[in-house]
């Protein structure tokens, strides 16, 4: 495969052949890959969907400008791919859900474009929907997904199905096999987190730690996984009451409850492996996401013996790179399609 | 037994013989009772413990005879009775908890007292704590389920066991026999929808109906009911999943969303119980709380195949009004003390 950030030419010398944007919620980040799918340059502008000024193509448009525009004097044309919510009802373009199981195929086959004031075509990827009796959507996890499966030593278990998690404020886990994501769940575990610890009285007696208490959160996820059928609804008030008790120190009281939160998620999620028997301790698993919290998440798993989760970094470079290769928007020197899993 | 409420003499005639105070964290309720526990005149006051003005005791006596004063002008050195966050760290004066099991008697041996600047005595109610490696406290609560025991009717099922649901910001769950309150828990309901709806982008898609949603409300819970695995934190997003794809109207939302976390608060309670070899469509159970919001957990309960589910109007005054009896604060005209519960 073509590994982005593998090798960083010179970005004065090196052909610019794409440009991608990561364009989600709260930020933008923008990739400039040479024709092999090198990183040249990357950028990251504080100008998510939300923070866009209302205004619709427009306001998108002067953003992707003022990220991007002299990327675009200097590359001349070169196709522009972007994922995430820039594709939503509230984004610059709506791209349609394509509906599970879904392979990078679909969503290069799905992709919706947009021209901008200066001419250049921009193609914007669709999320997934798992549809049923509760559906679930993604927006931007699908294309670090299939960043994710893209290196090698991962199709094997690919073949046999694997766990794809995604902390952060809305975590997903996918279930992907042969290439398609067959099902997904979405927990709000992070953005629950700060509602209680900001606007309940749970925050009241918290005070922040120095550092992270990993022993206090380990503790929160085993009750959690104690806990399953008592529910978070009571568990959380434990922290509350630990603390009252003098058994939870003030400090260590928001780690905990991170704990208790992400157990009651990996309850969740080893009830459905339960299901297909399945268990998270022989699961391949791959996690996707800032560091820290999949350092935690590493954590939480151990505790529910689960000891081979593994890290995938840049996993949303390459997924660009993956689907603007499938959709043939990137093309090597001599002409042929380069395509990251290759 | 003395049924406050009952009959209502003649204020102006009638001998006073107990102020009783609800001092919760947010409100302060105040009854003066005659001399057989029937309410003379009761009085509210928005002057919960977190709004008393920083000053420890010489505040809350201000706030004390601010509502009471004139009463005890009128009646002379009667006793008065207190329930609820008044007797905690943050209140007027602190009464250590009671340890369950516990029952009236316990309560009334736990009171603690505190002498007022004009010199009346003020007896304050303890709370109750379930120890164990996840402790439960309450406060106010206690003195409530005493009141909804002390009906006739209701007796036998007490003999047998029986679950005392307190709705509310903090919901309880109290599982009482033989006159003792043998363990109980806390949900944090009534805050997490609070803070889901006001803090997370749950909130964002909802509009306010026009009346209540009961369709909504009962489809939340059999969501809920059927996801007891798939977890609290999975199905909350379908409260958004379900509007992206026009099947959940936005002022449907949140009746929805309050179902959705009552449903996971009576997938707890249905756990606990089928742990006792009981369930809820035949356990003998009391609501204790607002009319509007225990009517929506009679809807719910019935969900769960429970029809049975009764409300009990007035246990906060019925229930002090039995512990001051306990305690020898009140007795009859003719001097013998008059048991709520007789």
Not at 228 to 238: D, E, Y
């Amino acid at each position: 495969m073509t590994n982005p950030n593998r090798t960083v030419p010179d970005a004065a010398t090196a052909t610019p052949s794409l440009i991608a944007l990561d364009w989600g919620t709260t930020s933008l980040r923008a990739y400039l890959f040479d024709t092999r799918g090198a990183l040249l340059e990357t950028r990251s502008r504080a100008a998510g969907v939300m923070h866009v000024p209302a205004g619709g193509a427009h306001a998108f448009d002067a953003v992707f400008e003022g990220a991007c525009g002299d990327w675009l004097d200097r590359a001349g044309p070169v196709p522009v791919l972007a994922a995430g919510m820039v594709g939503s009802a509230q984004g610059w373009r709506e791209a349609p859900y394509v509906a599970v199981p879904a392979g990078a195929d679909a969503l290069a086959a799905g992709l919706v474009t947009v021209t901008t004031s200066r001419g250049a075509t921009v193609s914007i990827v669709p999320g997934v929907i798992a549809t049923g009796d509760l559906p679930d959507v993604m927006r931007g996890e699908e294309t670090q997904i299939f960043g994710a499966l893209a290196g090698d030593p991962l199709l094997d278990a690919d073949r046999s199905g694997m766990l794809i998690g995604l902390p952060g404020t809305h975590a997903k886990w996918a279930w992907v096999k042969d290439g398609l994501i067959e099902r997904f769940q979405t927990y709000m575990t992070g953005e629950l987190f700060a509602a209680l610890r900001d606007h309940t009285i749970l925050g009241r007696t918290m005070r922040t730690p120095v550092s992270p208490d990993r022993a206090a959160f380990v503790r929160g996820v085993s009750v959690a996984r104690g806990a399953q059928r008592t529910g978070l609804l009571a568990t959380i008030f434990s922290t509350r009451t630990l603390g009252l008790t003098d058994r939870l120190a003030a400090d260590a009281q928001g780690d905990y409850l991170s704990g208790l939160l992400i157990g009651h998620e990996l309850n969740a999620l080893a009830a459905m492996l339960g299901e297909r028997g399945a268990s998270l301790a022989n699961q391949p698993l791959l996690l996707i996401g800032d560091d820290g919290l999949c350092a935690r998440y590493v954590d939480a798993l151990q505790v529910f013996g689960c000891t081979h989760a593994r890290v995938v970094a840049h996993a949303t470079e390459r997924g660009l790179w993956r689907i603007a290769s499938r959709a043939g928007l990137v093309r090597a020197e001599d002409g042929t399609p380069v395509h990251a899993d290759q």
